[in-house]
Structure formats: C-alpha cells, structure tokens
C-alpha cells in the first residue's frame, strides 16, 4: 500500500465553523506533512511531525492546530478561519530520519472559507 | 534570494516528442537532494525523480531522467515520448542539508501542455 489518504476530498466552512482534515498512511513512515496550497503557488510547509512529535512548525497561525494521535494518522483541526485561508490542504509522508527521502502526497482537501 | 528557480512558466510539447524542464538551484550545503514532482489538475502531488547531491550518475525513472549539472546548480527534468497524460503542473524541488532537516523547498512550476 503506497497511498496517502486525505478526507474530505472537499470541505466549506463558514468563519466561526470548526472543522477537521484528516490524513492517513500504511506505509510505515514515520514523518508526515501538512501543506497549504494556493492557487497557480507552490505548496507551502505548515507543519511537519517526526515520530509523532511536532518538528517544525512554519509560523503558521494558531488557527490551525495539527495533531498526530498514532504514527499513521495525522489531522488538522481548523477553527475561526479566514476567507483567504481558502486553499488546497496537502498531506505527505515520508520514511523520516535518519533517511530523509521522498514525500509521498494524498490527493489534498479542497477547503473554502466563506 | 530564489533557492529553485523555474524559469519556463509554461512549456508545450508534441505527442511523442521529447521536453525539457529547466530547474536552478542555490544552496552552500555540500548535501542536498533535488525532486521533481508532477501535479495534475486533480491536485494531488507525485513523486517522479529523486537526485542526491552526491549521486554520481543522472537519475532515471522509466520516461523521467534528470540532467544534473551541479557545477552549473541546474537539475532539469527530461521527459522522452510525452504522451497526452503527461499535461500538468511540474514542480522541482530541494531539500538541502540531508540529515538535519525535512523541508522541502519548491519552485514555482512549469505548466506543461503536450498536443497531439
């Protein structure tokens, strides 16, 4: 199994909303990512987990809160969101350290924040 | 300043023909690897081709080969024999310092179009 799961494939939430995306990997990795991307950007770092404890954190807002409850699970619990928060959600997993290798991708959230 | 520079916003190609996606990098670490993704307009993002800094071979995957030039700190993406599924959004990307970080740093992507 060589697959990165995400749900909802798409989410509307209104600004006092509070929501959750979830992400999910057999593989055995053991570093899993949220990204943020806009539209025609690249994909922009949140968060990264590594052995189930938060490793990097980019200065991302505190309405966005990331949680790893076990190596395969990773979620992203959303609250009192921004319109320009709109953007496709993208989860990764990679094996982690020592072998820092490629990430592997779910198919994104598609969220919109009305 | 630019870590990866993607310099071609859009690229077209013929079915069947041969394309090259240009990529620069700038780092001062002596260890870093390079990846190339493709992303479709479904979003999701996949692996193609991974170059370490001190791989001494090109990197190749089936169609996908890498041109690594690492005194000119270029790592373009050959695709040979474009096929129509080959249209989407190519991004390269660079994670510098091997094993004391896993962050990855992308360009601004290429959109390539292949027409029959």
């Known amino acids: 199994d060589t697959e990165v799961t995400q749900t909802p494939k798409h989410l509307v939430m209104g600004m006092t909303n509070k929501k959750s995306l979830k992400c999910e990997q057999h593989m055995g990795h053991r570093a899993m990512y949220w990204y943020k991307q806009k539209a025609k950007k690249p994909p922009e770092l949140m968060f990264v987990y590594s052995y189930e404890k938060l490793s990097i954190n980019e200065s991302v807002p505190s309405r966005f809160s990331p949680e790893c409850p076990n190596s395969s699970l990773l979620n992203l619990h959303l609250h009192a969101l921004q319109p320009e928060d709109s953007a496709l959600y993208l989860c990764?997993?990679?094996?982690?350290?020592?072998?820092?290798?490629?990430?592997?991708f779910g198919p994104g959230t598609r969220l919109t924040v009305l | 300043a630019q870590k990866i520079t993607q310099t071609q916003p859009g690229m077209f190609v013929q079915e069947k023909e041969a394309v090259t996606l240009d990529c620069t990098y700038d780092?001062?670490?002596?260890?870093?690897?390079l990846f190339w993704y493709k992303q479709p307009s479904s979003g999701e993002m996949i692996f193609l081709i991974y170059?370490?800094?001190?791989?001494?071979q090109n990197a190749t995957e089936g169609r996908y080969s890498l041109n690594f030039q690492k005194a000119r700190k270029s790592a373009n993406l050959v695709i040979s024999a474009s096929q129509l599924g080959d249209s989407a959004m190519y991004f390269c990307a660079m994670r510098e310092g091997l094993r004391n970080t896993d962050k990855l740093i992308f360009g601004t992507g290429t959109r390539l179009q292949v027409f029959p």
């Open positions: 990764a997993s990679s094996q982690g350290p020592p072998k820092y290798n490629e990430q592997f």
């Open positions: 780092t001062s670490d002596p260890s870093y690897g």
């Open positions: 170059q370490g800094s001190y791989d001494q």
